[in-house]
T-cell receptor
Framework: GAVVSQHPSWVICKSGTSVKIECRSL??????MFWYRQFPKQSLMLMAT?????????EQGVEKDKFLINHASLTLSTLTVTSAHPEDSSFYIC???????????FGQGTRLTVV | EDQVTQSPEALRLQEGESSSLNCSYT??????LFWYRQDPGKGPEFLFT???AGEEKEKERLKATLTKKESFLHITAPKPEDSATYLC???????????FGAGTRLTVKP
C-alpha cells in the first residue's frame, strides 16, 4: 500500500506554545488529506478535511483558529496547534487519499503532550 | 446523518476460534466501505475496500463481506498476532470524508 509519513511521532510542549505536525505522502499525490484526533480507547474523530490548494473544511466544534491546517502541495499537509493547552494533549493522526473513491492511508500518528 | 456502528465493542477469542465482527451503517448512497486494523499507539493500517452489496475480499485469515446495511469481517483460525482494534469506515457519495465506527477491540489468546 501507499506510504504516509507523519512527523514527529511524539512531542512535548509547554502550555501557550505552538506545535506543527507534518503529514507527507511519500509515493503518491494526495489530493485530499484528513486530520483526526483520537482519545484513549476511542475511535477517530475527524477534525478537518483539506484539498490541495484550498482552505480546509473543519468539522463542527473544531476551532479553525486553534488548529491551523495547510495543504500547500500534493504531498504535504501540516497541522499547527496554536497556543496549546493541556486539554489539547491527544493522539493526532493524518490520512491521505489520491482520489475518490479510493481508500485513505494513514500516518503513524503524533502523540502530543502539553505540560 | 451518516452513521457507523460496530459490534461487539470487544471480543476475546482463543487461538483458532473463528468469529465475525459487524459493521452496520446508515449512509445516503454508499461510495465505499473500508476496514482498517489499528495497533495501540499507531495509525490505522488499511485492509479492504468494498464498494457494492455482495462484494467479498480476502486477505490471509480475514474475509470482508458487504450487504446494503452492514459489513462483516470474518476471522478464520485467528492467531495472537491478529489482536488489534478493527475499524470500519464509510464514505458517502455526497461528500468527501470518511466516517469511522468506534471499533472492535479483538484479543486472541494463545
Amino acid at each position: 500500500g501507499a506510504v504516509v509519513s507523519q512527523h514527529p511521532s511524539w512531542v512535548i510542549c509547554k502550555s501557550g506554545t505552538s506545535v506543527k505536525i507534518e503529514c507527507r505522502s511519500l509515493d503518491f499525490q494526495a489530493t485530499t488529506m484528513f486530520w483526526y484526533r483520537q482519545f484513549p480507547k476511542q475511535s477517530l474523530m475527524l477534525m478537518a478535511t483539506s484539498n490541495e490548494g484550498s482552505k480546509a473544511t473543519y468539522e463542527q466544534g473544531v476551532e479553525k483558529d486553534k488548529f491551523l491546517i495547510n495543504h500547500a502541495s500534493l504531498t504535504l499537509s501540516t497541522l499547527t496547534v496554536t497556543s496549546a493547552h493541556p486539554e489539547d494533549s491527544s493522539f493526532y493522526i493524518c490520512s491521505a487519499r489520491s482520489g475518490t473513491p479510493t481508500e485513505a492511508f494513514f500516518g503513524q500518528g503524533t502523540r502530543l503532550t502539553v505540560v | 446523518e451518516d452513521q457507523v456502528t460496530q459490534s461487539p465493542e470487544a471480543l476475546r477469542l482463543q487461538e483458532g476460534e473463528s468469529s465475525s465482527l459487524n459493521c452496520s451503517y446508515t449512509v445516503s448512497g454508499l461510495r465505499g466501505l473500508f476496514w482498517y486494523r489499528q495497533d495501540p499507539g499507531k495509525g490505522p493500517e488499511f485492509l479492504f475496500t468494498l464498494y457494492s452489496a455482495g462484494e467479498e475480499k480476502e486477505k490471509e485469515r480475514l474475509k470482508a463481506t458487504l450487504t446494503k446495511k452492514e459489513s462483516f469481517l470474518h476471522i478464520t483460525a485467528p492467531k495472537p498476532e491478529d489482536s488489534a482494534t478493527y475499524l470500519c469506515a464509510v464514505q458517502a457519495r455526497s461528500n468527501n470524508d470518511m466516517r469511522f465506527g468506534a471499533g472492535t477491540r479483538l484479543t486472541v489468546k494463545p
